[in-house]
């Protein structure tokens, strides 16, 4: 049995939907840059385990009789949207045998709360999940693609659909007014198609959004050795990502913005003509997107109006037309009040008691030997300057900024 299908994810620094639900651990779609799997290790495939059917009705039972607190359940109580299938895909091979995730959409749907799916099943497009999703307005849901090639597919997807099913299910989808929106991730250099290519795929299918992310790479250490082949039906790992220009993002190896640039605004530019928004999901970049939230767009959509903005990127979004990034402009946002100690590693952990999302926020942003904080943006940069409160002051290098526009 699965025992924590909900979350806070360690992206709360930064990212709009930072509730994570899994009905299921382990993903039969195996997919092979899948990042649970380098973070679960190699029997993360091996065996799906199954959440308790009666985990979501249970929590928001307790809840709604406000007999529970800790800082999921407070975001619960604010319809902090939930995004479901972070970590594996709740509309995998194993839903037709266990159900769980219908018993789960079952209890969400009924509060119409706020959802993001992320799947790449075909299993969405049929009964009885497509009658959940026609009478669910605050619903979106997103499907995942390396290439639109319905030959080329399998190279890295060995287990999913053809790209032409799952388009004309999206279209499906959208004609009984169901939100959706395509998340292209991620994008293999040398191997995903130009945008230009498949706009007019993308435009047909009818979905409202279309997000796009570069292939990172986990750094190579103890477990991760499983990587070590991941490109290898295309190239060697290593040797691609040293040939095209590549550096170390934390504990990832991502292309340089100059090649990573061409294709993402590119991909915008043929959106926006196209009346399609856009979103940038490589983290560095998510201030480019058009929606304020995170690279989902799901605020874009009605009913998704409490995401979660009391985090780094809304800051650097909010401030994209100013010279300065100041900690003032998100500091009166909602934040849950509860410790999250229990959601974090060890040596993530305050030395102090508190332990809130508002302590951890504040200690990053003044933190530059932190991945996370506000110059983890390209083109953001820290000064020496501080608040009246002590809190850093950030600014743009406006050339990088300008060049990410145009
Ligand atoms: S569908 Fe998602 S969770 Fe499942 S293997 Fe593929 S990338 Fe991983």
């Excluded at 290439?147 to 299910?169: V, Y």
């Excluded at 292209?184 to 979905?207: C, M, R, T």
């Excluded at 934390?250 to 913005?257: A, D, K, V, Y």
């Excluded at 002590?390 to 526009?405: L, P, V």
């Amino acid at each position: 049995m699965y025992k924590n299908p909900l979350n806070l994810t360690s992206q709360f620094y930064f990212c709009g939907l930072p509730l994570r639900l899994d009905s299921y651990s382990g993903c039969s779609f195996k997919c092979k840059f899948c990042f649970a799997l380098n973070r679960g290790g190699k029997n993360y495939w091996s065996k799906v385990n199954e959440a308790d059917p009666s985990f979501i009705e249970k929590k928001f039972q307790f809840i709604e009789k406000r007999k529970s607190f800790g800082v999921v359940n407070e975001m619960l109580i604010q319809r902090v949207p939930i995004h479901f299938g972070g970590m594996s895909d709740p509309l995998q091979k194993a839903e037709l045998k266990f159900g769980i995730t219908l018993s789960f959409l079952k209890s969400l749907a009924k509060r119409n709360y706020p959802l993001v799916i992320s799947t790449r099943s075909p299993l969405a497009f049929e009964e009885p999940y497509i009658s959940i999703f026609k009478n669910y307005t605050n619903l979106l849901l997103q499907f995942s693609f390396t290439t639109f090639d319905d030959k080329k597919i399998s190279t890295f997807e060995p287990f999913s659909s053809k790209a032409s099913e799952i388009l004309k299910g999206i279209n499906k989808l959208r004609k009984h007014g169901i939100n959706v929106s395509i998340r292209w991730q991620p994008y293999i250099p040398e191997f995903s198609e130009h945008p230009n290519e498949v706009i007019d795929k993308l435009s047909d299918s009818g979905a409202q959004h279309v997000a796009i992310e570069y292939l990172k790479i986990p750094l190579p250490r103890g477990r991760n050795l499983l990587w070590n082949n991941m490109l290898k039906p295309i190239s060697d790992t290593n040797q691609l990502y040293n040939k095209l220009g590549s550096n170390v993002q934390g504990r990832e190896i991502l292309l340089n913005i100059e090649n990573r640039k061409e294709t993402i605004l590119s991909l915008r530019d043929n959106l926006h003509k196209r009346n399609i928004s856009f979103g940038a999901a490589d983290i560095d970049l998510l201030y480019l997107s058009d929606a304020n939230c995170c690279c989902s767009g799901a605020d874009l959509f009605k009913g998704f109006e409490n995401w979660f903005k009391f985090q780094f990127s809304y800051a650097v979004k909010k401030s994209f037309h100013s010279h300065t990034i100041q900690f003032s402009s998100i500091e009166k946002e909602w934040n849950p009040k509860a410790s999250i100690k229990e959601y974090i590693y060890p040596n993530s952990r305050l030395k102090d008691n508190d332990n809130s999302v508002f302590q951890h926020i504040k200690h990053r942003w003044n933190n530059l030997i932190s991945k996370n904080n506000p110059t983890m943006f390209e083109g953001v940069k820290p000064t020496d300057e501080f608040d009246s409160t002590g809190m850093r002051i950030y600014k743009w290098d406006s050339g990088i900024r300008n060049r990410m526009i145009n």
